[in-house]
């Protein structure tokens, strides 16, 4: 059956007109399943996520924009089978992630803007018996669009490289009974066109 996921969150919103921080607290309580005598299955299970996330936009100067923030996280497993991991950290919980990106308008040609953003990760268990680990990983992300005006319409021209490096790693775990990892995405390259109608 579906099951119900319960989340608390506080936070602040301070704006300066041109940065914006944003700050919460946050507990996520999550039901896991666990198998009881019997090899019975059951949706009994718990794992609590509290944490701090901070997030960042706004222009650091004119033409340069700053877009980012950070989470810092304590996943924990509260409800175990006969409460043989209680207290061990969350499958797929790393302890911090984090994302930081810049704009920049080039004065050299109106319309074109170059793009850059980093994205990183702790590493995180695979495992409820905190056996199995991932590596922290981290990727490096550029791009360009172009902004310009074709027969009367607004175009936005579009191209990035997600992964610049090509870094092979597991991305997270997703799958708190069976050590199952996600393969991060490879170096790929990606152009878009989009236009007002």
Do not use: C
Not at 44 to 58: A, H, I, N, Q, S
Request: positive net charge; glycine residues 12%; aromatic residues 12%.
């Amino acid at each position: 059956a579906p099951y119900k996921t319960d989340q608390k969150e506080v936070g602040v919103k301070w704006d300066t007109g041109s940065f914006t921080n944003t700050f919460s607290l946050f507990e996520i309580n999550k039901p896991m399943l666990i198998t009881l005598s019997g090899n019975v299955p059951s949706d009994g299970g718990e794992k609590r996520v509290r944490g701090l996330e901070w997030y960042t936009f706004g222009e650091v100067a004119r033409g340069t924009r700053l877009l980012g923030g950070a989470t810092f996280t304590q996943g924990t497993q509260t409800r175990t089978a006969n409460g043989s991991y209680d207290g061990k950290t969350a499958v797929g919980a790393p302890r911090w992630q984090g994302n930081l990106g810049l704009e920049w308008d080039a004065p050299w040609a109106s319309g074109l803007t170059l793009n850059g953003k980093v994205v990183a990760s702790s590493s995180q268990y695979l495992d409820a018996a905190n056996t199995q680990q991932l590596s922290g990983w981290s990727e490096l992300e550029v791009g360009a669009r172009y902004a310009t005006r074709m027969a009367g319409k607004k175009v936005v021209w579009r191209f990035n490289v997600v992964n610049l490096l090509d870094r092979h790693y597991y991305s997270g775990a997703f799958s708190d009974t069976t050590p199952i990892a996600t393969l991060g995405q490879g170096r790929t390259f990606m152009t878009s066109l989009s236009t007002d109608f």
